[in-house]
């Protein structure tokens, strides 16, 4: 009985392996969403670090994270440091290319609760009163990465965040006075926003 029982659990060691050798070698999440707002009303809210408070997914996530911001928070080499509880981490977002008001693209560096390096862009197109975000997250996909990939998808687990963001700031854009340093909802921020870089 022992021996079939160790026979089967190597067998399923072995599927799975073998279905985490099969996975991409990169992946790719994206969301999508209208807001009745020009480019250039939501536009800041994105390329500004100092705006990301009002409508991050991850500040709802934990109110109590600790934010630390580039002496300059738009632009250019822009940089935007978090550390929080395990649902949000620990890591770093830096402004690499900008094209006002289309698009914006960031190097994410995770450094907890585990290390990885993915490219983040927002392009945005206008369609009439409206504007249309995309936001996509892609980078690579090492071993350890591909077998928790044939349990649950980058999809799975960084997509919610990433539609919640937008919900998050489609409300924030369509308010009458766009603007940072309240959340979504109305309530203020309890969080630490330091100048300066870490």
């Not at 340093?181 to 921020?189: A, C, H, I, N, R």
Request: aromatic share 8%.
């Amino acid at each position: 009985m022992l021996r079939i029982l160790a026979i089967g659990v190597t067998l399923a060691i072995i599927a799975v392996v073998g279905l985490a050798a099969s996975q991409p070698d990169t992946f790719l999440v994206e969301r999508a969403l209208r807001m009745k707002a020009p480019p250039e009303r939501v536009f800041p809210l994105i390329s500004d670090f100092s705006n990301w408070a009002a409508w991050s997914p991850w500040v709802a996530k934990d109110p109590q994270i600790e934010i630390t911001l580039s002496e300059h928070t738009s632009g250019m080499g822009a940089r935007y440091e978090w550390a929080g509880d395990d649902n949000v981490g620990r890591g770093r977002m830096e402004v690499v290319r900008v094209t006002p008001p289309h698009s914006v693209r960031l190097q994410l560096s995770i450094f907890e609760p585990m290390l990885a390096t993915n490219m983040v862009d927002f392009v945005l197109t206008p369609f009439g009163d409206y504007t249309k975000v995309i936001w996509s997250m892609r980078g690579p996909l090492d071993f350890k990465m591909k077998l928790m990939s044939v349990f649950t998808s980058m999809d799975q687990w960084v997509g919610p965040d990433l539609a919640r963001g937008l919900e998050r700031l489609k409300a924030l854009a369509e308010q009458p006075d766009a603007a940072g340093g309240e959340s979504v909802d109305g309530s203020p921020l309890s969080m630490v926003l330091a100048p300066g870089t870490r």
